[in-house]
């Protein structure tokens, strides 16, 4: 990955519901906080997302990509990277998107497709998150930003933030304080890669 300074870097942000992390990223941008990098599309799997808003009232170009009007993941996955290859897209932001990428895509873009989980991977990677958080009792969790490789939340871990469970919390409570962590790490994380900022050897990823 290699950007000049002084070009943007175009990016996708894929969606499927309430879209926080999409507001978070495109106040950064409004506010000259996402470095090199421009938010030029949205894509939701889900054509009543409300992160759909967002993007209207930001004015970015916004597609809904529903796995229905599709035979199968290889002819979705076939659509989103015509989408990705005719609008120049140089970094794919996973922000809530909760749909499966096929090997294939994810093998194509390498190093070019992040996502942002809610815990401190490689633990509670998956879904209910913050209930099996709660249920095995651990003392802290926080959020990761991630490349994407084939295993779910399983590929090279870009940066983390630390969040204390609390005696009194339930699955609310503590998703709701590291939505704050993930709104701030997402952000940071895109700036970082618009700067040439992040050096991935195999598994470790340099931040400097
Ligand atoms: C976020 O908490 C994100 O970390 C999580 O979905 C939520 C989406 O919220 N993603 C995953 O669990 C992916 N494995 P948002 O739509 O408000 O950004």
Redesign the pocket.
């Known amino acids: 990955m290699c950007y000049l300074q002084g070009e943007m870097m175009k990016i996708a942000v894929l969606?499927s519901?309430?879209?926080?992390?999409?507001q978070a990223t495109l106040e950064a941008e409004s506010d000259n906080k996402l470095g090199n990098a421009e938010v030029f599309l949205v894509i939701s799997s889900n054509p009543s997302a409300t992160?759909l808003e967002f993007a209207k009232n930001y004015n970015k170009y916004a597609i809904v990509l529903d796995p229905k009007d599709y035979a199968d993941r290889t002819e979705y996955d076939k659509k989103l990277k015509s989408i990705m290859l005719d609008n120049d897209i140089e970094l794919i932001v996973l922000?809530?998107f909760m749909k499966v990428l096929s090997a294939s895509f994810v093998d194509y873009f390498k190093n070019k497709i992040i996502?942002?989980?809610?815990s401190l991977l490689p633990a509670f990677s998956g879904l209910n998150?913050h209930e099996r958080v709660l249920e095995y009792g651990v003392k802290y969790s926080g959020?990761s930003v991630h490349f994407v490789n084939e295993e779910i939340?399983g590929g090279p871990i870009i940066a983390q933030k630390i969040v204390e469970v609390l005696d009194e919390d339930t699955p609310d409570s503590l998703a709701a304080r590291i939505?704050v962590e993930?709104h701030i790490l997402l952000p940071e994380v895109i700036k970082k890669i618009s700067e040439n900022k992040i050096i991935v050897n195999e598994r470790r990823v340099k931040v400097v």
């Open positions: 969606i519901g309430r879209g926080s992390n999409l992160g922000a809530g996502n942002i989980h809610p998150v959020c939340d939505l993930e």
